[in-house]
């Protein structure tokens, strides 16, 4: 009797979670997302939490849905191209709303803009005043 309790329960729970594992539309997707981040708010940081198998399948749905968006993949390609340098200097750029004449510690904006082209690479120097200036480690503009 037990067994078919649990079958019966399986199969009301694939019903409902059905459009969060087979996701084929963006706003699925979407769904599935803030879906996995109130789901690992509500659980605990353990291993044994009831919670986990649920997160292992909402994080693997997605991990296929945004492997089979081309557009998707096209951009992580992108920013995964992007050298570790350039991508913190932009988004420490970003996050504190400088342009490129903001930057003394690089230089000057036309030295600011060939680092970020990449057709110049932060000096030492430059990367250890950034550091100061943003309390980040050097590392870090390193991908260590």
Known sequence: MAQLAIVDAY???MSTAQPFINIGSDEQYETAL???EQVMETAS???DDPMNPL???LS????????E???????????????MDIALLRTLMSQHHLTGSDLPE???KTMVSKVLNGKRVLSRQA???LSARFGVRPAMFFGS
Do not use: C, N, S, W
């Open 45 to 47: 940081d353990t291993p």
């Open 60 to 67: 693997h749905a997605i991990e296929r849905y945004e492997a």
């Open 69 to 83: 968006d081309e557009e998707l993949v096209a951009f992580i390609e992108e920013a995964e191209a992007i050298p």
């Open 11 to 13: 199969q009301a729970f």
């Open 55 to 57: 997160i292992d399948m």
């Open 34 to 36: 803030e879906t996995l």
């Open 127 to 129: 990367i250890e005043k």
């Open 106 to 108: 690089v230089g000057d």
